[in-house]
């Protein structure tokens, strides 16, 4: 468990953060960096991209420090 925790958690935020700017950077008109910032679609994926990646990094964490602390 705290090799998850602490390696492939981390690891599986990033993916999805990475997926999430790649979804919002690309779109019908080929790729678009700036595309995510003039709202839409884009902006979604981006805001939706940080908030996912940034709860499962934060709640690894926590229950890491849960599990060091119960001496688990």
Do not use: H
């Amino acid at each position: 468990m705290k090799t998850y925790l602490r390696i492939i958690n981390p690891l599986v935020a990033l993916v999805v953060l990475l997926l999430c700017l790649w979804a919002s950077m690309n779109g019908d008109n080929g790729f678009q960096p700036l595309g995510m910032l003039r709202g839409g679609i884009p902006t979604y994926f981006l805001a939706k991209g940080l908030f996912c990646s940034s709860a499962l990094f934060l709640m690894g964490r926590i229950l890491l420090l849960m599990t060091e602390k119960s001496g688990k």
